[in-house]
């Protein structure tokens, strides 16, 4: 809702609320033209043009000239990596609709490297296919304690945000990460889900979660559909 009497400068609230409205659906092709908006909000055309600016620089939206602000069909899905967030969250925040498909929940003896960073042989592992509008975007693996993923497959694992879960729910406290980010080829399987060619490459990320103590929550790996999705972040200058 916006709100003339928050503090939150009015380009950042119409942003969010334009957003949320794409997500819902609420417009099928192209947003309303500035006209109209500056009538809808009783606000300057400077301010709509900056939260316009805003979801055109996210890959939400896209300008053509003469003709109106359109919606971006088939977009890529933007991360910044400055926090921790679901996937399921970023998809939201592209304007899309994010989905889950369960493949597999169990206690597994995960590879040598995820068993060192988590200090135990046996490892709970959830990996679930993710879409964005419907289409295939990411493979997603979580390894877990045992007894966390025993808790958390309580839980409808098609639907639920793993995260909020985590924090809302079992009072999971996630503290820190430490992600990488590689290119190699796609297994067949995983080519498969995501409807690519087989041996085709593919984003690989590695995540680590920390709580405050520094003991290990999870280890994340997901395989990621490289035209589907960018990796950003914001740099400053350091000191000479």
């Known amino acids: 809702m916006f709100d003339t009497d928050s503090p939150v400068p009015y380009h950042f609230q119409i942003r969010d609320l334009l957003k949320q409205e794409i997500a819902d659906g609420a417009y099928q092709e192209k947003v309303p033209s500035e006209r109209e908006l500056m009538e809808r909000f009783a606000v300057s055309r400077t301010t709509i043009r900056e939260a316009i600016n805003h979801l055109v620089n996210d890959g939400i939206l896209e300008k053509i000239h003469g003709k109106g602000t359109f919606i971006k069909r088939n977009k890529q899905v933007h991360e910044w990596l400055h926090a921790i967030h679901s996937l399921t969250d970023t998809v939201k925040g592209m304007g899309m609709k994010p ?117 290990p929550i999870e280890y994340y790996t997901s395989v990621v559909k490289p035209e589907m999705y960018v990796f950003r972040l914001k740099m400053t200058r350091q000191g000479r």
């Open 99 to 215: 989905g889950s498909k369960l493949l597999f929940s169990g206690v597994v003896d995960p590879p040598e490297l995820v068993a060192s960073y988590m200090k135990k042989d046996r490892l709970h592992l959830i990996k679930r296919l993710r879409t964005a509008d419907g289409e295939p975007i990411a493979i997603e693996s979580h390894y877990y304690d045992p007894k966390l993923g025993a808790a958390l497959e309580k839980y409808d694992l098609h639907n639920i945000t793993i995260y909020d879960v985590l924090e809302n729910d079992l009072n999971v406290t996630m503290h820190e990460a430490e992600q990488a980010i590689t290119c190699k080829p796609l297994q067949n399987d995983d080519a498969n889900q995501l409807a690519l060619a087989a041996g085709v490459n593919g984003l690989f990320v590695d995540r680590l979660i920390k709580d405050p103590s520094g003991q």
